[in-house]
């Protein structure tokens, strides 16, 4: 499987950009897209998608133009989008059944199909209630449901952990794992550590642009060096904070610890930290 994104750009009128000259190569494994709110994600996935449509630049799947060819890929796609919605006076059998119809899948295999994903997303003892009476993450976890439905080879889910307690976050990564020898899947999202426990291959994106791609070794590499820790008085914490770029920074009895990256005019750093996937996502789109 491989999915080679051409020099795409997406225009919003004469002025707004959502994508510019973005190109990127897929294979076969999951792809964790990040970026910040804004950063053309969803823009990129819903054109992949082909429910939208770029300005410029082509996409092959396999070496077919899906721009040209969406069904192409539209008959191995499976998508659960950020804005997920559902029809509240269905139950879970009847809205997966409904969705099943929807992209032609049917047979008599189709009832052991949709009880298969529903103990997969743990949701087989509330089947029958309406979707209704779910609250955010059994929603989004039926949206999970949806999205497998036709055994898709190529998998792209926005944001899918949202609402989604710990448990379910983990179950969610051991579904992926298994999904993910011989299909694409592309996971986007602005938490770093959904995409740093599951992720072969990271793609960093700001401004519609894409900033680097890789192994998460080689992305983390980007920040050796540059991440540093430091203990500082509660009275100094915003003189500080103004000074430096801020990772995270712990409350103690009257100091914090602060993990930063040191500002341009700051060279007395002390304390240099290895690096971590979010060190280095936040040193590339905010440093």
Do not use: C, W
Not at 9 to 26: C, F, R
Not at 67 to 93: C, E, S, T, W
Not at 106 to 123: A, C, T
Not at 137 to 160: C, H, S, T, Y
């Amino acid at each position: 499987m491989q999915l080679e994104i051409k020099n795409i750009t997406k225009k919003y009128g004469s002025k707004k950009i959502g994508l510019s000259d973005y190109s990127l190569n897929i294979t076969s494994g999951i792809l964790g897209l990040l970026g910040p709110n804004g950063a053309g994600k969803s823009t990129l996935i819903k054109i992949i998608s082909t429910i939208s449509k770029p300005t410029d630049g082509t996409i092959y799947l396999n070496g077919n133009n899906i721009l040209k060819k969406p069904n192409y890929i539209r008959k191995m796609l499976g998508y659960l989008p950020q804005d997920f919605g559902v029809y509240h006076n269905l139950n879970a059998y009847e809205f997966l059944a409904y969705i099943a119809a929807m992209k032609g899948i049917g047979g008599k295999g189709l009832h052991s199909r949709i009880e298969k994903l529903l103990e997969e997303v743990n949701l087989i003892e509330h089947a029958k209630n309406h979707l209704g009476t779910y609250s955010g993450g059994m929603i989004q976890r039926i949206g999970i449901a949806q999205a497998l439905l036709n055994d898709p080879k190529v998998i792209i889910f926005d944001e899918p952990t949202v609402g989604l307690d710990p448990e379910e976050r983990l179950r969610f990564r051991d579904l992926l794992s298994d999904l993910a020898k011989d299909r694409i899947i592309i996971l986007s999202s602005h938490i770093v550590s959904d995409i740093e426990t599951i992720a072969d291959e990271v793609a960093i994106m700001k401004k519609g642009s894409l900033i680097v791609k890789g192994s998460q070794e080689d992305i983390i590499n980007i920040a050796d060096g540059k991440i540093f820790e430091s203990i500082v008085e509660k009275s100094k914490i915003n003189d500080f904070k103004r000074s430096h770029t801020i990772i995270s920074s712990y409350r103690m009895q009257n100091e914090f610890r602060v993990r930063y990256i040191p500002g341009e005019s700051y060279s007395d750093a002390k304390h240099n930290v290895p690096a971590t996937l979010e060190d280095a996502y936040i040193y590339l789109t905010k440093n």
